[in-house]
């Protein structure tokens, strides 16, 4: 007679009375175990099951959290909750973090992977399209968006535009840097493209440098470290005070403070000095940036402007190879020739700056001066400037101190590219070297306190960089 299987008798159990249970019992004793864990499973079951949830009620709860659940035949399952759009309550610790919320641009701004493309020479929209598989009707559409832009069309060499595309690759946004402050980001949502104009983070850092002259300005500048715009800066706030090409010295010192702008945490450029500390010959000159209500400009601690009615000189670093001489011998006619002016030497194109506000007189060429310029300033005062290679202003026109009139050259009766400039008072020959030049008007006595209070830090940190400085100097100064 075959035996009936266990899971047999357990099922057929389901069908007997209670004596022909026990019955069974005896004749199965191991039966009796399994039946008695059975039913203890079930009872634990019932005391975690609550009359008003259901297994399937709890399961679905479960799974909304994303945790491990068990499912029918033993197996464990992990499940991500659905990515939706619906707000999602933040525990209250989170809120009360430090760090600031970010604003709708700047999160999709950061979400995206934008692919920098260089554009190089002969490069447009059109091209850098095609070579992307990106349509030609995408290009004319983002293009006549609107005038933000229309300035596509107009790509520069060595600049850098950015795409970003969706998960099946085809375009999605376009940024492009619009401004130094802000970015043009342009957008394909659907069939609808959208643009708009998301700020930069533009943030001033302000830096120190400090120099002894070794040789000229120019390399003592860049040995402290300050960019070649930093240095020209610098000249041109001393300028009316120190002729850079004959006044400097060896052992002359300097301080500057300036400001350097980053922009999205990464340097961009220099920006304006702050203030700054030359001592020239023993003399010691000072200079801070202050907005008088008619623009920033600078002054010395006094209040009297560096700005003067004139500059000292009318070019840059150039060196002098002729002084103001009555009784110079000509180079080319061999003759003595009075030598009313100075002579710098500059290699053709040097640009040649007007030394002060006034009216040009003369622009024309002849044969001993070649290109010259010549213009009437007020106080009867008129400067002229000789041997231009080309001249950039005409007989009438007003111009500015500091504005370009023309670029130095070799034209007229010279032996060499250089710019010779005259300063004539009523009439007379003067040396523009030393000639007394007409101040400007200096701040008011309330003025001079605010530029006081306003740099009184200022003013404690170039003196403390210049003491430390002092013994250097003196030490280059002997020579040593």
Do not use: C
């Not at 975690?48 to 909304?64: C, E, G, H, K």
């Not at 390399?219 to 000249?235: H, V, Y």
């Not at 005062?381 to 000789?386: D, N, Q, R, S, W």
């Not at 007989?395 to 400039?421: E, F, M, N, W």
């Amino acid at each position: 007679m075959r035996r009936r299987s266990h899971k047999g008798l357990l099922v057929s159990a389901t069908r007997r009375t209670l004596p022909e249970h026990l019955r069974l019992l005896r004749a199965y004793p191991r039966l009796s175990l399994l039946g008695i864990g059975m039913l203890i499973i079930g009872l634990t079951l019932g005391i975690f099951l609550d009359s008003d949830d259901t297994v399937n009620d709890r399961s679905a709860s479960i799974l909304q959290h994303g945790q491990q659940v068990a499912l029918p035949g033993g197996t464990i399952t992990q499940v991500e909750p659905p990515q939706t759009e619906q707000a999602v309550a933040v525990p209250a610790v989170a809120r009360q973090t430090n760090t600031p919320a970010l604003q709708p641009e700047e999160a999709v701004h950061g979400l995206r992977d934008w692919q920098p493309v260089t554009v190089n020479s002969g490069d447009n929209l059109g091209a850098i399209f095609k070579q992307r598989a990106l349509s030609a009707s995408l290009v004319h559409n983002i293009i006549n968006l609107n005038e933000d832009t229309q300035r596509l069309t107009r790509l520069k060499v060595g600049e850098i535009i950015e795409i970003d595309y969706d998960d099946d690759g085809q375009f999605s946004a376009l940024r492009r840097s619009n401004t130094e402050q802000d970015w043009l980001i342009i957008e394909q949502t659907g069939e609808q493209l959208s643009s708009r104009l998301v700020p930069r983070e533009i943030t001033t850092k302000q830096r120190e440098a400090n120099g002894v002259i070794t040789g000229n300005l120019f390399a003592s500048g860049k040995q402290a470290g300050l960019r070649d715009a930093l240095i020209m800066q610098l000249a041109r706030i001393f300028g009316w005070d120190i002729d850079f090409a004959l006044d400097i010295r060896r052992g002359d010192r300097f301080v500057v403070i300036y400001e350097e702008i980053w922009r999205d945490g990464e340097y961009l450029r220099d920006g304006e000095i702050v203030a700054a500390n030359f001592v020239n010959r023993g003399e010691t000159f000072q200079a801070l940036r202050y907005d008088a209500g008619n623009g920033t400009d600078y002054f010395a601690p006094d209040g009297s402007p560096m700005r003067k009615a004139f500059l000292r000189t009318p070019l840059d670093f150039a060196q002098v190879t002729s002084n103001f001489n009555p009784r110079r011998m000509h180079p080319v006619l061999r003759q003595v020739r009075p030598h009313n002016g100075v002579d710098y030497r500059a290699p053709t194109g040097t640009p040649v700056y007007a030394t002060g506000d006034g009216t040009v007189i003369e622009s024309a060429r002849n044969r001993p001066n070649g290109n010259y310029v010549f213009i009437r300033h007020t106080n009867d005062i008129v400067t002229k400037y000789l041997h231009f290679s080309r001249r950039t202003v005409n007989k009438g026109q007003r111009v500015k101190q500091g504005q370009i009139i023309g670029y130095s050259g070799a034209t007229g009766l010279v032996t060499a590219p250089h710019l010779h400039y005259e300063f004539v008072v009523g009439g007379v020959h003067r040396n523009p070297r030393t000639v007394d030049l007409p101040e400007a008007n200096p701040l008011s006595t309330e003025q001079t306190d605010k530029l006081l209070a306003q740099h009184q830090n200022t003013l404690a940190v170039l003196a403390e960089l210049d003491a430390g400085q002092q013994a250097i100097a003196s030490s280059i100064a002997a020579g040593q």
